[in-house]
């Protein structure tokens, strides 16, 4: 064999360094922003007004509340070594595992779901110095992508999502079967519809199994960088795509979860995946999935949760009712960036403030862990 008949493969691209000119700022992108608040916050009203309680104008149902730990790993490489993430520490936090519709849905309504993270005690510089706050959150989706490009689509897509809000439940449950059948067709093509799964077309599977993935970018120290988080105890990575069996349950998932960790407990890593080329890596394009072949997923941390009562209507008024999250709860060193993360800010900051008002319950952000009522 000639050598002309094979090569050494490419080694990994190298990590550009951030800088502010990463991003670029629509003119009409506060515009957007209101509408994009505006739509959340209809929600939210919609929501607060059946229920006589406000919810998260997304992500409204939780599924699973754990404390647990964040391990920063020894001897990550400069790259790597950013942040929250400089250099080894162990850091207390809470985990929300959720569905992400903004009305307390069914389970058989089979929508993507999230992860949010909150990791407290952590030094360093913050955006907002005054606000006098020690966390880090990361915002987590079972998928790579996020469902729209830019603030407009995204404007566009919460329209769609509203529209849906007050809709019956039983035509919700029907519409749900109907886009599940379809994404399975799309996916036995081998592509995939983030508008499908987003409308109810989401495999009804364990979210314990699932993969989490930030979807828009962030700063990460010198660099940029996406998120995820992944099972990897031997527990969670065997009910990767495992089906759950909902019956008659309409808390078929949360009861899935609180079964699962009051006999084990879980071990996931959190990875990250460096922005390295304008073109492949993005910045302002959320729709866009960064390709591993040109910047893989390195593990950062390892995350622990002990075995313990994951939901209850005390654990979720501590959490549920007492505390947001936010891309924008972060160390300078980790800003959100993209045009989705900068409309996230304000409308975030909406919807917390929305609760807090309607439910007559202060929101604060933690120093220190607090035991969570069993």
């Not at 162990?90 to 992400?100: C, D, E, G």
């Not at 915002?139 to 849906?164: C, H, R």
């Amino acid at each position: 064999m000639s050598d002309s008949e094979y090569s050494d493969p490419e080694p990994p691209a190298a990590p550009l360094a951030y800088v502010p000119a990463l991003e670029s700022i629509q003119p009409d992108e506060a515009e957007t922003t209101t509408a994009i608040i505006d739509t959340l916050r209809g929600i939210s009203e919609t929501t607060a007004d059946r229920y006589g309680h406000a919810v998260r104008s997304v992500h409204a149902k939780s599924l699973a509340l754990l404390q647990g730990n964040l391990s920063v790993l020894d001897d990550l490489p400069p790259s790597l070594a950013q942040g929250l993430f400089a250099k080894p520490g162990s850091y207390p936090l809470v985990m929300r595992f959720s569905t992400s519709p903004g009305d307390l849905i069914d389970d058989r309504i089979s929508t993507p779901r999230g992860l949010a993270i909150k990791v407290m005690g952590v030094p360093g510089a913050r955006l907002d110095p005054h606000d006098g706050a020690s966390t880090q959150d990361f915002i987590l989706i079972d998928g790579p992508a996020f469902v729209a490009a830019e603030p407009k689509a995204f404007a566009k897509s919460l329209k769609l999502l509203a529209s849906t809000t007050d809709k019956a439940e039983g035509l919700k449950k029907v519409l749900s079967s109907a886009l599940r059948g379809l994404e399975a067709v799309v996916e036995a093509l081998g592509e995939e519809s983030s508008t499908l799964i987003s409308l109810g077309g989401h495999p009804i599977t364990n979210p314990l199994g699932e993969t989490y993935y930030s979807q828009t970018p962030y700063r990460y120290g010198d660099y940029a960088a996406k998120f995820s988080v992944a099972p990897v105890s031997s527990l969670l990575t065997a009910l990767t795509k495992a089906p759950v069996d909902l019956a008659d349950n309409p808390d078929g998932l949360r009861a899935a979860l609180t079964d699962f960790f009051r006999a084990n407990g879980g071990e996931w890593e959190l990875r990250v995946q460096l922005y390295t080329d304008p073109e492949e890596t993005p910045i302002e394009d959320a729709s866009v999935p960064w390709p591993e072949d040109e910047s893989a997923f390195v593990p950062v941390a390892r995350i622990e949760a002990a075995a313990q009562n994951a939901w209850s209507p005390e654990r979720s008024a501590a959490i549920d009712d007492g505390l947001s999250f936010s891309p924008w709860h972060c160390l300078a060193a980790h800003q959100p960036l993209g045009g989705i993360n900068r409309a996230r800010k304000e409308a975030y900051l909406m919807s917390a403030e929305f609760r807090s008002q309607r439910n007559g319950c202060p929101i604060y952000e933690p120093h220190v862990p607090e035991n969570l009522p069993a």
